[in-house]
């Protein structure tokens, strides 16, 4: 297991911004696709954005986003850092929600599904208020 660990969340009015980090343990960090999904109340897990194990550097194609936060949110990683972040802008009521960053032991591309990934982290709340 590679533990996974998010921070940053709270509470923001809307339009306001936040960012997540989720820091991982192990060696082998940079060799994984990265993804971050959220979770509202009733509603299944879906994912708002996938990194490559690159970023991009390698491949030139590094992330991927839902529609519903293209334009707003950013995913990176730093891999030297063993950390993935997610820059959230424009915050919208709409994206309240758990968020929950998850790790994919391999792959070169980026991955889309819940069940493409292997570790998940214990999420953190993001609440947007109106």
């Known amino acids: 297991q590679v533990p996974l660990v998010e921070s940053g969340g709270g509470l923001v009015q809307a339009g306001g911004s936040l960012r997540l980090s989720c820091a991982a343990s192990?060696?082998?960090?940079?060799?994984?696709?990265m993804g971050w999904f959220r979770q509202a109340p009733g509603k299944e897990r879906e994912l708002v954005a996938a990194?490559?194990?690159?970023?991009?550097?390698?491949?030139?194609?590094?992330?991927y986003y839902a529609d519903s936060v293209k334009g707003r949110f950013t995913i990176s990683r730093e891999n030297a850092k063993n950390t993935v972040y997610l820059q959230m802008n424009n915050l919208k009521p709409e994206d309240t929600a758990v968020y929950y960053c998850?790790?994919?032991?391999?792959?070169?591309?980026?991955?889309?599904?819940?069940?493409?990934?292997?570790?998940w982290g214990q999420g953190t709340q993001v609440t947007v208020s109106s």
């Open positions: 998850a790790l994919r032991r391999g792959g070169s591309y980026y991955y889309t599904t819940a069940p493409d990934y292997d570790v």
């Open positions: 192990g060696r082998t960090f940079s060799n994984y696709p």
């Open positions: 990194v490559t194990w690159s970023g991009g550097t390698w491949s030139g194609v590094g992330t």
